[in-house]
Structure formats: structure tokens, C-alpha cells
């Protein structure tokens, strides 16, 4: 019999009743599939739009959205970008913005300042200066990088978590190099690591003043891993923006004092470039000298006439041969020389000989500025250019570019990126919407035996909730026992505690028994459950005797009228009980993680509860998704099912 009578349907009360039915269920409905379909898109973005929140990923249908992606995934961070593009993004979610004000004619977003009007429009020079160029300018920046040492370039696309190419291609270069034996690497690398998916290369902080990679057989292989990269995951350092940071700091980020010092050259420090040498302007100069003596990596100076100053400096210092090689003889490069002569310039920049060679160069009086001269990426780039066009107009009308001199000169970056990126924007497009799963899916697979543990978990879970609570209720229900009752009550007992409550006791018992971190641990406890019991024996009992007395009158024993008529037409009531034991076992994480602590027991929601404890939000996201699917699948497959156990049906 129907709820709402057909007679009075159309009447508008009925009607207005049926509506706001209909209203309700729909306000149900999406405040459960709204929450859903968010987790879903942040598990598809990243560290740039994660906290957006949107229901619809922009980067799925702005091309200028998915190319902000790009850079902060070749690059990471905009650090290196910056200085090579003579720009001064924040974020790469800048460069979307520049896209759309500057190509698109889109207004600026939020409140227009004085301030924030001049910093856009700040903006503005330095982008359209830069997407402009000509495709000219991009090929003779890829011909410079082509020729220029990739030693001293850093790898692209590797940032962790996302999946990077250049990381990726790393760990096969190295399992190829070392026939798939980790440890043999790991003894290269002196470093342990939990599998390959871990193995990452060695940092390389080639602005820093000091720093060297060791003259080892990592290192050799890391050289040796970028001779068989395309150009286009490589990018050298950039020493101007270190150049830009050491002016800002020395001025405290105020351009109006640092244009009273530096001259009327200077317009503010996104301009300011590291030259070759010391520049004629005092304050240019001073600021210049300062950097290259305090600043500046060792390596990337050169003094003219230098080894004849080291060896001067040497002498001054240490007076004698033995009190020099008393010194120098010292670990980690020890050095012993017959004579001074002998002392030349350290290749390495450490110890005690590059210490040396450090003062060296700060003595002004012995290595004065007209003695010195620098190298960088970005001056080798300069040079290249003022060899190849000759003047600064000849290099202007190629690159359509509007550079005064070639000291101004900058790399095309924005425009190289933006041209590498159209060729593959449908690629990348797809890569953005699955690289967490893949970086999930890979760490699921190779972190232990998650997979493996859960499989046998729920297996087993299910298979012994449909057995030991069918056959307990059937002899409750079956035989008129007299403590049944209290056998009941005991099970419905158990309903009025939390799991919480047994865990300590039930951990206290398994280890007594020494089951700790075996699937006995896992499985044992939940063999049994009351409800399930006091639901199965509530429908037992419905069950018609006659049934039960006819079988027996045909001559069948109790365990095949169990197995052929009451399991039969009890499909409804086990399947909910074999769909709530699947999800309590998949699901279950406390006591997994409390009864095995060994990593190679742990099930997937432990290893899943161990990634988010490092991984940003969008492979949290991910993780969660990806966990969600196996209980997503089993309602949407078990619906009937589960419909027809709302209603308990009476046997007939």
C-alpha cells in the first residue's frame, strides 16, 4: 500500500507536500555528494591551486592555469625561474594572473592600490618584455644550453611528491646502471633507502659560496646520468638572483636608497645583472665587489695572475715550508709541498688550502677588483650573444627584444617555457589529473605488503562472519536451549561498549598467546559479533517450522538443512552481514596498527595513515579516493542486495 494515496496526489497540497520531499532529499543528497566530488578535485590538483577548493579544477579548461603548473612542476619553486627571467614571481599562480591581464585583457583581480597599481605595472614590463621574443631568442638560448657543461645545470621536474620525469628517470638510470640491486647503490650512496621508489639525487646548491660535489662515485654518476637528459630537463643556476638578493639585503628592499648609491643606472633590482667585471659607477662597484668577495661561490672567480698571489699570501701567512705543510697536510685534502712554487690554486674549495684561497681574495690590497672576474650562466649567455650578433641592435632585431646593452641581457625563459608547453599541453593536462594517484599507487605498491595483508584480512573476515555467526544463531534459534536467552543478552551486551574499551584487553590476550603481529591478530577478534548473531537468530526465527520438520521427514541431518534451507533464504540478511564485515575489516586502522607493529603486517589503511603524515593535502586527497573505491564499489554492486535486506522478507 503506498504511502501517499493516488486519490489525493493531485491536490496542491499533496503536491506542495511531494515537493518539499522531493527539496529535502535533494538538499540530502548533495550535501553528501558535494563533500565527495571536492575530495576528488583537490586530489587532482596540487601545491599550487590544492586550496582553491573547486568542484572543476580550473587547469582542466585554462590553458594559462595549466601552464603555471608546468613551471612549478619543472621548477618547484620560482627561485631559479626569477633570476633567469629577470621576473619576480611570489608563486607561479602569478604567472596565470600575468596571462590573463597581459594576453587575454583580463582586469586585475581585488582592490587597486597606488601600490599594488605600480607593482602590476612593474609586472607588466617585465612579462611582455619577456613574451615577446622571438622564437629567434629560443633557439639560440637552447643552442647556449647545448654547449654549455651540464654538470653545472640542475635537473628538472623532481619535485617531490609530484611524480617528476627527472627524478623518475634518475632511479631507472640507476637500477639499470646497478642490475636492480638497491644495496649495491645504497653502498654508493651511503645512504639507506626503504626502495627505489625513495632514491632521489644528491642536492646540488651550486650558488652556494662554498659548495663542491665530492670528488666520489655518486657524484660520477650524477654527471653521467645528465649527459643522456634532453636539454629540456636541464636549467642552469642563476647567480644573478643571488646577486639581486644580496642588493636587497644590503638595502633592506629599499630601492629609493639603493638608486642614491648606485646611480642613475639603476631602476630597481629585478634589473640589477651580475657582470663580468667590476663596473665603472663607485656605488655599482662597491656593491659589485662586495658580492663577488663575500658572496660569490669560490669556484665561479677568477684572479688574474692568481697563483702567484695565492703563493705570496701563503708565504706571508705561514712564514715557513713546514709550518705550511703542518697546515695543509691536514684531512679531508691533506697537501704537502717541496716548495712554495708548488702551491697552486685548490681545485676544491675546502680545507684548509681553500680557506686560504678564500682570504686570498678578500685581501683587497693583494687582489685588487680590476683583477677579478666572475662567470655565471647568465654572463656565458651574454657572451655568447655579443660573439654571435655583434651589437646590441643587431641581437634586438632578432630576438625582438629592447635591451640598451648586453649587460641587460636576459634569457627567454617565459617564452621558451610557453612555446616546450603548447607542444604538450593535452600530455601535461592528463599528467596533472593522475600523477597523485600514480605517486599513491606506486607507494602503496612498493612500501611492504599492504595489499597482500588487507586481501587476506577481509577475505578471511568475511568468510569467518558468515560462519561462525550463522552457525551460533542457528542453534540459538534451532534448539530450544535453556540459556539461550542469556547467551543473547551476552551477545547484546557487547553492543554497549565501544572497540575501544576491549582493545587493551584483547592486546593484553594476544600477546600472551604470542599471535603479535600475525593475521591471527587481525582475524580472531572479530570471528564473532552480536548483532550480527542477534540479528541472524532474529530472522532464524521467522523461518516456518514446518519447513525444518518436512526436511527432517526426507531424512536431512541438521548440517544440510542449515546449508540447503536456512542459508538459503537468509541471502539478504548475510549479504548486509557479509557487506558490514568487508567494510569493518577494510576499513580498520586502530587495531591494525595496535596488533601489528611490524611494517611488513601492516594493512593499507596503516600505510595510508603513515603517508599523511608527510603528504601534502592533494595526496591526501588521493590516498582517500583511492581507498574509498573498493567500499564504493561493493555498495554500488551489492545495492539489490541491500535493498531487499531494509525489509527483512518472511520465508515462505
Known sequence: MPILPKTGRKSPAMRALIASLYAVLALGSITMVYPFLLMVATSITSGMDSGEFRVVPRYLYDDHI?????????????????????TRYQGFAQVAEDLDMFVSGAAPRGKLTPARMEAIEARRIAFTSQFRLTEQAVRDWHEYLEATDRHRMHVCFQGWPLVGDGRAAYQEFVRRKFGNDLCRYQDVAKTNYGGWRQVSMPSERWTAREWEPED???????????????????????????????????????????????????????????????????????????????????????????????????????????ALNAAHGAPPYPRRYASFDEALIPDRRAGCAGLDWEETILDERRVPAEDIAVISPEIGFRDAMAAKYGSIEALNAAHGSEFASFDEVSAPMLRAEWLDF????????????????????????????????????????????????PLCAYALSRFNLSYANKVLLFCLATMAFPAEVTMIPGFLLLRDLDLLNTYWALILPGMANGFSIFLLKGF??????????????????????????????????????????????????????????????????????????????YLRMAALTLAAIPTLAAFVLCQKVIMEGIVLPVAH
Open 66 to 86: 595549466l601552464f603555471a603548473k608546468y613551471l612549478e612542476t619543472k621548477y618547484g619553486g620560482p627561485g631559479t625561474f626569477n633570476g633567469l627571467a629577470r
Open 216 to 322: 666520489s662515485e655518486l657524484w660520477r654518476l650524477v654527471f653521467e646520468f645528465k649527459e643522456t637528459l634532453p636539454i629540456r630537463m636541464l636549467v642552469p643556476y642563476s647567480m644573478d638572483e643571488a646577486y639581486r638578493e644580496y642588493a636587497r639585503t644590503r638595502f633592506d628592499g629599499d630601492e629609493k636608497k639603493a638608486a642614491a648609491e648606485l646611480g642613475p643606472s639603476f631602476r630597481n633590482f629585478i634589473s640589477l645583472t651580475l657582470t663580468a667585471r667590476a663596473p665603472a659607477h663607485p656605488g655599482m662597484r662597491k656593491l659589485w665587489e662586495g658580492f663577488v668577495r663575500e658572496r660569490m661561490p669560490l669556484r665561479d672567480i677568477v684572479v688574474a695572475d692568481g697563483a702567484r698571489k695565492y703563493r705570496e699570501y701563503l708565504k706571508d701567512k705561514y712564514g715557513t715550508l713546514d
Open 422 to 469: 603548447m607542444k604538450s599541453k593535452g600530455w601535461f593536462r592528463f599528467r596533472c589529473a593522475t600523477r597523485n594517484y600514480v605517486e599513491v599507487l606506486h607507494y602503496i605498491v612498493f612500501h611492504g605488503d599492504s595489499l597482500l595483508n588487507t586481501l587476506v584480512l577481509v577475505l578471511a573476515s568475511v568468510l569467518t562472519s558468515l560462519t561462525v555467526n
Open 540 to 617: 532464524f526465527d521467522t523461518i516456518p517450522r514446518d519447513m525444518y520438520e518436512a526436511a527432517m521427514l526426507d531424512g536431512c541431518g541438521e548440517m544440510r538443512i542449515f546449508f540447503q534451507i536456512t542459508l538459503p533464504v537468509s541471502k539478504p540478511v548475510l549479504a548486509y552481514i557479509a557487506l558490514v564485515s568487508f567494510v569493518s575489516a577494510y576499513g580498520s586502522f586502530m587495531w591494525a596498527m595496535l596488533v601489528c607493529q611490524k611494517q611488513e603486517m601492516w594493512t593499507l589503511m596503516v600505510w595510508l595513515y603513515e603517508m599523511n603524515m608527510w603528504a601534502p593535502i
